[in-house]
Every structure is written in C-alpha cells, then in structure tokens.
C-alpha cells in the first residue's frame, strides 16, 4: 500500500534561516504528490502539488518543492523563514494508479521559527 | 474560491450521545471526504463518498456512519459517541476524476470532546 514518510515530527529554525521540511513516498510508479499546511485552529490549505509537469515546483508564501524520482522524495523547502510559517505541514500522495482520489497523509511535521 | 463549510467549530458531547457532523460544499464537487486528526498520528480517512448515496469505508470507519443524501452535503455520523472519539474532525471535497490532479479542499474542522 502506498505510504509517505514526513521526517522529524517538530522542526525548529530562526527568522530567516533555511526551512527543509523532508517527505518521502514508496511506490513504484511516481504518485502525484502535495504539500498542505495547517495554521492553528484552521483546516488544510494546500501548498502546492506535482503532476509531473516539472520536478521543481513552487506554492504559495514562497515555498517550494523538489520531485526527485531516484530518491523517492518531495522535500519542501523556503530560503528565509518568516513568524508567519509557524505551523503544521503535512504531505500527502495519491496513487496515479487508481481511479479515484484518495489521498495518503504523512504524520506531520510541526515548524516553530523563532526570532 | 471553493468553500467548505462545516457546522461547527467546536462541540461537547456526551457518551452514549448520538452525534451528528455536517459538511457542505459549494463547488459541484462530486467527492467528500471526512477525517479525523490526532496529534501524531495525521489525518485519517474515516469515510468518502464519490456520488449521492455512495459511500466507501476509509482506513477507520468504526463507530462512524455516513450520509449523502444531496451532492454538496456529507454528515458523519457517530451513533454512540464514545471518549476515544474525542478528535478534529476534517471534511474535505474534490471534483471529478478528471480535474484538478486529486486536490482535496479542506474545511476549517470541528473540534469534538466527548466527556
């Protein structure tokens, strides 16, 4: 059965530093994948997604993800944190293979930036 | 801009209390969805629907039924809430298999304590 695996379950970093959010799926055939976060007390808002159209793609709030087949992995990255991304993120897959849409979550992980 | 609205944001109930969670949608989407999210362990898929008066059993339908009976309306039902169900409850919609690469649109969430 399709997976997804969200390395470290809190990741901090300061203002302006690197944020590198690790996601990894297994599967055979490359699903289609999504980033999604959750702010406190709201439900999930997607980020951004892969369908195949260009390995590196960018979402909103200046964030980005890299599809990289060999590695099985979309790792979600942003060049300078900022306060306001101070929530939880979570990654999901969707088999390519099924007719329907089903989404696999990962556990999430949790980003405090602090000043 | 797709709306998915839940009834309420926050809700106490009782055990043994027959609970009911309502979801509507405003984008003609032919699929809902309702899970639950607990801390670590992600969102869950309890139930989903792909037509009116369709449902499919996700990952950790016990305890829970579902409704459909109009196409932009989803209820979750628990017949006999219980503590272990004290949760976030997620509803989520997405249009047809041929649209939008399987992106769900989420609800803000209910947040249920069942005492």
């Known amino acids: 059965a399709q997976s997804v695996t969200q390395l470290g379950s809190h990741v901090s970093v300061s203002e302006g530093a690197l944020v590198l959010l690790r996601c990894n799926y297994s599967s055979s055939v490359p699903p289609y994948l999504f980033w999604y976060v959750q702010y406190p007390n709201q439900g999930l808002q997607l980020l951004l997604k892969y369908t195949s159209a260009a390995t590196l793609v960018k979402g909103i709030n200046g964030f980005e993800a890299e599809f990289k087949k060999s590695e099985t992995s979309f790792h979600l990255t942003k060049p300078s944190a900022h306060m306001r991304d101070a929530a939880e993120y979570f990654c999901?897959?969707?088999?390519?293979?099924?007719?329907?849409?089903?989404?696999?979550f990962g556990t999430g992980t949790r980003l405090l930036v602090s000043p | 801009d797709v709306k998915v609205t839940q009834s309420s944001r926050y809700l106490v109930k009782r055990t043994g209390e027959k609970v009911f969670l309502e979801c509507v949608q405003d984008m003609d989407h032919e699929n809902m969805f309702w899970y639950r999210q607990d801390p670590g362990l992600g969102l869950r898929l309890i139930y989903f629907s792909y037509d009116v008066k369709m449902k499919e059993k996700g990952d950790i339908p016990e305890g829970y039924s579902v409704s459909r009976e109009k196409k932009e309306r989803f209820s979750l039902i628990l017949e006999s809430a219980s503590t272990n169900q004290t949760s976030m409850y997620l509803c989520?919609?997405?249009?047809?298999?041929?649209?939008?690469?399987?992106?769900?649109?989420f609800g803000p969430g209910t947040r249920l304590t069942v005492l």
């Open positions: 989520a919609s997405s249009g047809g298999q041929a649209s939008s690469y399987n992106e769900q649109f």
């Open positions: 999901a897959v969707c088999p390519r293979n099924t007719g329907f849409q089903k989404l696999v």
